[in-house]
């Protein structure tokens, strides 16, 4: 049995807090911080049954004073231990040292690379181990998912019975000279696809997502396409077919699931990328008081109007420092406009105001620049992705025009307003924490094949060109199953 518990530690290095993952043990306080009091929640401990599977499990820990007040500022130092209650237990697990938040909160994450039973009741599995919850219901109850995803219901408007025999004939022929198109089928958990278009090799990310859904949750029997290209496909607005993409416009009728980008990173937190939902937590630069206030931005030239944000940035430096780091749209202008060397994203939040213009599509950068402590300054977009509808223009973010015209106006305000704009800042980036947790992302998606699925006018079948894709077989997907060996045990008889 894994039985694991959490110690946090004082700045004198003595234990102060001993926490199990079912109870916590208070073993007494040092300095100020009160772990009787101190608030630890989220996916990655519990007292249920079963904790959520997910590719990173992660916890929150708000520091509490020995008076009840939350700490909003961070203490001098806070370390966080995860380790076996029993020493003669072996825990493949990999955890990094918390992730200061910067207002008195901090994150855990932990990546367990083998699976054994939890010290409460139920097993915890890796996420490798194909071990799905056959009950949707249990499952959505264990990650906690939203009861309603407002965008989703909107995106499915148009779309109150979907001909799967339609679909099957009109999306290849209107969509995969577009440049990438997937066919999915999910028959009895299983996926299969075929491709369609040129370009096709984003497939990648939706297969990773749909195979880490599958071995968390059986899935509805559904048949549908994914728009693996950048720009969304659906234009008509009457009679439309559905296609998945990552991107949305107010001009076309896709359904829009969380960009690959996000999915990819969730995916392959404290593995295969630096950059992530929950590492950006703790990488927020310093604080409010002590930013640049100046407005930054860096980025390709994928959109004019990033070349006209440096033309802004020469002519009024003190205001903004805007440049671009690559050329491949607008080579022409190159020399003109100049390049800048490359800045690591975490030292962004070293200004007080990130601007968001669009790239190709919305910027997959605008999660990223809300879960930092900066104020963003968003240009008014006719793209979104799938949590842009939670956001309100004014309360989470300062709203600029398409064409840039009022940038240096929304500067100078909030240079003239800091306690606002700073409070605009926090108030975004308490809404998207809430929003961008991994959890959430896999409710998501959950709940976009679900809504599909109960639409179907068809019954999902495999193509003859569709090849099945794959759980890994390897020693990392190496897992025993306790649901699985549940549903085999014989049954009594009446």
């Given at each position: 049995f894994l039985n694991l518990s959490v110690q946090v530690s004082s700045h004198s290095g003595h234990s102060f807090g001993h926490l199990l993952f079912v109870d916590t043990l208070p073993l007494g306080g040092c300095g100020g911080v009160s772990p009787e009091r101190s608030l630890v929640w989220g996916p990655g401990v519990g007292t249920g049954s079963v904790l959520p599977v997910l590719p990173v499990r992660y916890f929150y820990i708000q520091a509490v004073d020995s008076n009840g007040h939350n700490l909003t500022l961070s203490p001098d130092t806070f370390k966080v231990k995860i380790r076996a209650a029993d020493n003669g237990e072996h825990i493949r697990v990999h955890i990094p040292p918390p992730l200061d938040r910067g207002d008195g909160s901090f994150l855990m994450r932990y990546r367990l690379y083998g699976s054994s039973p939890y010290i409460i009741p139920g097993p915890v599995y890796h996420e490798y181990c194909d071990c799905p919850e056959p009950d949707a219901s249990v499952w959505q109850n264990v990650m906690k998912c939203p009861e309603d995803e407002p965008q989703i219901v909107e995106d499915f408007q148009p779309f109150p019975s979907i001909d799967l025999q339609r679909l099957r004939q009109e999306a290849p022929l209107r969509f995969s000279n577009r440049g990438g198109l997937v066919h999915y089928v999910i028959i009895n958990n299983h996926i299969y696809r075929r491709t369609l278009g040129k370009y096709t090799d984003f497939k990648m990310f939706s297969d990773e997502m749909l195979l880490?859904?599958?071995?968390?949750?059986?899935?509805?029997?559904?048949?549908?396409?994914?728009?693996?290209?950048?720009?969304?496909?659906?234009?008509?607005?009457?009679?439309?077919?559905?296609?998945?993409?990552?991107?949305?416009?107010?001009?076309?009728?896709?359904?829009?699931?969380?960009?690959?980008?996000?999915?990819?990173?969730?995916?392959?937190?404290?593995?295969?990328?630096?950059?992530?939902?929950l590492s950006v937590q703790g990488h927020t630069g310093p604080p409010w008081?002590?930013?640049?206030?100046?407005?930054?931005?860096?980025?390709?030239?994928?959109?004019?109007?990033?070349?006209?944000?440096?033309?802004?940035?020469?002519?009024?430096?003190?205001?903004?420092?805007?440049?671009?780091?690559?050329?491949?749209?607008?080579?022409?202008?190159?020399?003109?406009?100049?390049?800048?060397?490359?800045?690591?994203?975490?030292?962004?939040?070293?200004?007080?105001?990130?601007?968001?213009?669009?790239?190709?599509?919305?910027?997959?950068?605008f999660p990223y620049l809300m879960l930092g402590n900066s104020l963003v300054l968003k240009q008014d977009s006719p793209y979104y992705e799938h949590f842009y509808s939670r956001l309100q223009a004014g309360t989470h973010y300062i709203p600029v025009k398409r064409n840039l015209s009022d940038l240096l106006d929304a500067i100078r305000w909030a240079r003239q307003n800091d306690a606002e704009a700073r409070e605009v800042g926090r108030a975004g980036q308490e809404a998207a924490r809430e929003l961008l947790q991994p959890s959430r992302l896999y409710c998501y998606y959950y709940r976009v094949l679900l809504m599909y699925s109960e639409r179907q006018d068809g019954r999902p079948s495999r193509h003859p060109d569709m090849e099945e894709v794959p759980q890994l077989d390897d020693h990392t997907a190496a897992c025993s199953c306790q649901r699985r060996n549940q549903e085999n045990e014989p049954k009594d008889e009446l």
């Amino acid at each position: 049995f894994l039985n694991l518990s959490v110690q946090v530690s004082s700045h004198s290095g003595h234990s102060f807090g001993h926490l199990l993952f079912v109870d916590t043990l208070p073993l007494g306080g040092c300095g100020g911080v009160s772990p009787e009091r101190s608030l630890v929640w989220g996916p990655g401990v519990g007292t249920g049954s079963v904790l959520p599977v997910l590719p990173v499990r992660y916890f929150y820990i708000q520091a509490v004073d020995s008076n009840g007040h939350n700490l909003t500022l961070s203490p001098d130092t806070f370390k966080v231990k995860i380790r076996a209650a029993d020493n003669g237990e072996h825990i493949r697990v990999h955890i990094p040292p918390p992730l200061d938040r910067g207002d008195g909160s901090f994150l855990m994450r932990y990546r367990l690379y083998g699976s054994s039973p939890y010290i409460i009741p139920g097993p915890v599995y890796h996420e490798y181990c194909d071990c799905p919850e056959p009950d949707a219901s249990v499952w959505q109850n264990v990650m906690k998912c939203p009861e309603d995803e407002p965008q989703i219901v909107e995106d499915f408007q148009p779309f109150p019975s979907i001909d799967l025999q339609r679909l099957r004939q009109e999306a290849p022929l209107r969509f995969s000279n577009r440049g990438g198109l997937v066919h999915y089928v999910i028959i009895n958990n299983h996926i299969y696809r075929r491709t369609l278009g040129k370009y096709t090799d984003f497939k990648m990310f939706s297969d990773e997502m749909l195979l880490s859904l599958t071995r968390k949750v059986k899935l509805p029997d559904v048949e549908f396409f994914i728009n693996v290209g950048d720009w969304p496909l659906e234009t008509r607005k009457t009679d439309p077919v559905p296609v998945l993409s990552w991107c949305g416009s107010t001009d076309t009728r896709d359904v829009v699931l969380p960009t690959y980008e996000v999915t990819h990173s969730t995916l392959e937190t404290l593995r295969g990328v630096t950059n992530d939902l929950l590492s950006v937590q703790g990488h927020t630069g310093p604080p409010w008081v002590n930013k640049s206030d100046q407005a930054f931005f860096r980025g390709r030239d994928s959109r004019e109007e990033r070349l006209h944000l440096v033309s802004l940035s020469k002519k009024n430096p003190d205001l903004l420092d805007a440049g671009i780091t690559g050329w491949f749209f607008f080579r022409d202008r190159e020399k003109q406009v100049g390049k800048a060397p490359l800045v690591g994203f975490f030292d962004f939040f070293k200004y007080k105001y990130q601007v968001n213009v669009d790239g190709t599509v919305a910027a997959y950068r605008f999660p990223y620049l809300m879960l930092g402590n900066s104020l963003v300054l968003k240009q008014d977009s006719p793209y979104y992705e799938h949590f842009y509808s939670r956001l309100q223009a004014g309360t989470h973010y300062i709203p600029v025009k398409r064409n840039l015209s009022d940038l240096l106006d929304a500067i100078r305000w909030a240079r003239q307003n800091d306690a606002e704009a700073r409070e605009v800042g926090r108030a975004g980036q308490e809404a998207a924490r809430e929003l961008l947790q991994p959890s959430r992302l896999y409710c998501y998606y959950y709940r976009v094949l679900l809504m599909y699925s109960e639409r179907q006018d068809g019954r999902p079948s495999r193509h003859p060109d569709m090849e099945e894709v794959p759980q890994l077989d390897d020693h990392t997907a190496a897992c025993s199953c306790q649901r699985r060996n549940q549903e085999n045990e014989p049954k009594d008889e009446l």
